[in-house]
């Protein structure tokens, strides 16, 4: 083992260690390079603490020398739960970073920033547009991207912050920038997925497109309202999404048809529902979208405030929804069945 590695090593495998033992996203600035990213390590943080409850192994594979200051390392992460019953621990994903050497000491950088190195540049309005430079760049379609920021601002009432939007060819590419090499999502059938970064103002928009306005919504709500339910969240980016307006009515008509051969189904709790339904709908993205279209229209001055604080616990949910339509719990199921009767 070259005196290199050892060193990468001694940086690398203690902060595995505290990773995977930390219940709180820690920056580590001895580990990371802060100056250029102040919050390093934080998507791989909560990928890997998504699964809460089950325990994680971390195993680094491979240490690869790209240049003369420069490495790549693979670490492979598993979950331990079942672990023993089963004897088999199972793959969770497996992560690429960047350890470069800055002055006498290794730092760690985000696999991001090396990904789009060479990658173009443009700026329209509010949004800087990163993409590859063969990609065939749409103005066009870049500003109407830039003014529904700007209504989205004026919807919201807040500033309209400067986005970074990185437009990827698919799910897979997405997960990829992000220094994943696998991982459960990143090879879906789908293949359209984004994700937004509210503290680095970042979109990741998997659908090779300038306009991906669900994922902006993201952006605004993740960054300024903390009290909004994540059913919620779901339902109005859905509600707000203008590239979908057709899809949204096929989508109806698929729950209404669905919820018609099941009366069993109990929308009263529609939170501990499995939620796929099937046909690619799901309630808290279609049910939760016609819910806040109801809501908005029954007190179009107060329902948007109460939807965006009015907490992230279940009950939270269920109160904003029974005080807004002046029901009891058990009539939420009644109430979306009737409003699923016209589509
Ligand atoms: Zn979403």
């Known amino acids: 083992m070259s005196n290199e590695t050892k060193e990468i090593l001694e940086l690398w495998r203690p902060y595995l260690d505290s990773l995977i033992k930390n219940d709180k996203f820690n920056i580590d600035s001895s580990v990371w390079d802060t100056e250029i990213d102040p919050i390093g390590g934080i998507e791989l ?166 306009i991906f306005p669900h994922e902006i919504v993201h952006l605004y709500t993740h960054k300024y309202y903390s009290t909004l339910h994540s059913f919620f969240d779901e339902g109005l980016a859905e509600y707000l999404d203008f590239s979908i307006q057709a899809e949204k ?37 279609d049910i939760s979208c016609l819910l806040v279209e109801k809501l908005l229209e029954k007190d179009p001055k107060q329902a948007l405030h109460k939807i965006l604080n009015g907490g992230t616990k279940d009950e939270d949910f269920y109160f904003t929804v029974t005080s807004i339509l002046d029901i009891e719990k058990r009539e939420i199921n009644n109430t979306i069945r009737g409003w699923l009767t016209n589509y």
């Not at 700026?123 to 870049?142: C, D, M, Q, R």
């Not at 109806?252 to 099937?278: C, F, H, M, T, W």
Request: aromatic share 16%; charged share 25%.
């Open 45 to 210: 943080y909560y990928h890997i603490k998504q699964q809460e409850a089950e325990p994680i192994n971390a195993e680094i594979l491979n240490i690869q020398k790209l240049d003369s200051n420069k490495y790549s390392v693979k670490t492979a992460f598993y979950n331990l739960s079942g672990f023993g019953r089963s004897k088999n621990s199972s793959l969770n994903c497996i992560y690429d970073i960047i350890i470069k050497k800055k002055g006498k000491a290794f730092k760690v950088y985000n696999f991001l920033s090396e990904y789009t190195e060479d990658w173009s540049r443009k700026e329209v309005g509010n949004i800087v547009y990163h993409y590859t430079p063969s990609y065939s760049f749409n103005l066009g379609k870049a500003k109407i991207m830039s003014e529904y920021c700007d209504s989205l601002a004026k919807f919201f009432a807040t500033e309209s912050p400067k986005i970074n939007y990185y437009i990827f060819k698919n799910s897979q590419e997405t997960f990829h920038s992000m220094g994943f090499l696998y991982n459960r999502d990143m090879y879906d059938t789908y293949q359209i997925f984004g994700r937004t970064d509210p503290n680095r103002n970042i979109v990741y928009c998997g659908n090779n497109s300038e």
């Open 249 to 285: 009515i096929g989508k109806r008509k698929v729950i209404a048809n669905y919820l018609n051969n099941n009366p069993q189904i109990n929308l009263s709790n529609i939170l501990e529902l499995e939620d796929r339904i099937g046909n690619g709908t799901s309630y808290k993205y």
